[in-house]
């Protein structure tokens, strides 16, 4: 038996000097996580302090991915930014309500609204 190799792909899209936008989509688990930690610790070595992570095509996350969400959000904290996330999937904004993440993060629908909110 074979199994097919998780679904995983992220883009960075530099907006300005210190704003990103991180677009992931597949599942983020135990599989993509590393990939996931590593580009996001490249957008914030980077000096980037406005961070959105837009989450919209994610199908799956577990808890290695909140866990790089976390280590993210505490980074980004410390050097005075924010993180945002866009997400609109009812499945994964299940797992951050049940988790009570839902109340950590700043989760909006939307990338314009997300940009607006790490603008401050």
Known sequence: MSY???TFELSIEEVDDTTAVVRVS???HLATAPE??????????????A???DLTEVGFIDSTGLSVLLNALRRTTRAGGTLTLVC???????LFEVTRMDTTFTIVDSRDEALARARG
């Open 88 to 94: 609109t999937n009812p499945t994964v904004l299940r």
């Open 26 to 28: 597949g599942e983020i």
């Open 51 to 53: 961070v959105v992570v």
């Open 36 to 49: 996931f930690s590593a580009r996001l610790s490249d957008v914030l070595a980077e000096g980037r302090t």
């Open 4 to 6: 097919l190799p998780p």
